[in-house]
């Protein structure tokens, strides 16, 4: 097998189950090699910081405060951010920030107070990244276009901007391309319905392509509806070496150098 990086897990939910042993030795088995465990909020930012100290090879990091995570006192956790550049393992990333309109309440008045709690800290998240000069994993999710007018306004470089889970089609790919951003794509790119999350893939090009499981969401066919976990990279890695008809190590290396070059991985 190839070598390849999981771009975007959520390891919280094998460490709370007691497999996180075991999800890392399935990831081994299947040469996913190195995953970047990505924050949502404060209590599982500590988690993933002692995790990539104690696997510093193969466990990587991001902090920041998940769209749906974003409460009245989301301030302080905020303020918080920062000091994690400051430890010996330092975050790859922050995020993942953005908006998520999916999740909002029902009711009217209250969606819009949470959505406006949403742009905040969106918008001083953004102003954290700016100030570190540190990539930016994006959360969007029936929101792209607010998204991306917020990262215009905020300033941050564009080049060091990746929308994970991308699920858009090849017209909102373009707006990423032409502003230096990047797409991540999941297992979703592997079902039957897909094909203009295919056909975005195949805009954006092998050059600048990341893959990443967001597992335990979204598992790739043929594990589709089922917990999702770091070693079905390897399904999704397979598959889109099919879609750019290239052999499979090939896309294994180019990705995995992205991956490196985007999250700054030694």
């Known amino acids: 097998m190839n070598p390849i990086i999981d771009t975007h897990t959520h390891l919280d939910s094998f460490h709370r189950k007691g497999l996180l042993h075991n999800a890392l030795e399935a990831a081994a088995n299947a040469d996913v090699f190195r ?45 918080k951010i920062e000091a994690y550049w400051d430890r010996a393992k330092r975050p790859v990333a922050l995020g993942e920030i953005g908006l998520d309109r999916f999740h909002l309440p029902k009711d009217a008045a209250e969606a819009a107070a949470v959505l406006e709690r949403q742009r905040a800290a969106f918008a001083k998240q953004l102003e954290i990244a700016k100030r570190l000069d540190a990539p930016v994993v994006i959360h969007s999710r029936g929101a792209f276009e ?43 790119i592997t079902f039957k319905n897909a094909e203009a999350i295919r056909e975005a893939a195949k805009l954006q090009g092998l050059e600048r392509l990341l893959i990443e499981t967001d597992a335990p969401y979204l598992a790739p066919m043929p594990h589709r509806g089922k ?22 190590a090939v896309f294994a290396k180019r990705t995995t150098e992205n991956a490196k070059a985007f999250y700054g991985l030694g």
């Open 146 to 188: 607010e998204c991306v007018e917020m990262i215009d306004a905020s300033g941050v470089d564009w080049s060091r901007v990746v929308f994970h889970c991308f699920s858009e089609g090849p017209g909102e790919m373009k707006q990423l391309m032409d502003r230096g951003g990047f797409g991540s794509f999941t297992g979703i």
């Open 35 to 79: 995953m970047v465990t990505v924050g949502t909020d404060l209590d599982d930012w500590d988690l993933y910081a002692e995790m990539a100290e104690t696997n510093p090879r193969r466990i990587d990091y991001t902090v920041g405060i998940h769209p749906c995570s974003v409460e009245e006192n989301w301030e302080a956790a905020a303020d």
């Open 227 to 248: 917990p999702n976990e770091p070693a079905y990279l390897r399904h999704t890695a397979d598959y889109c070496a099919g879609i750019f008809g290239v052999d499979n």
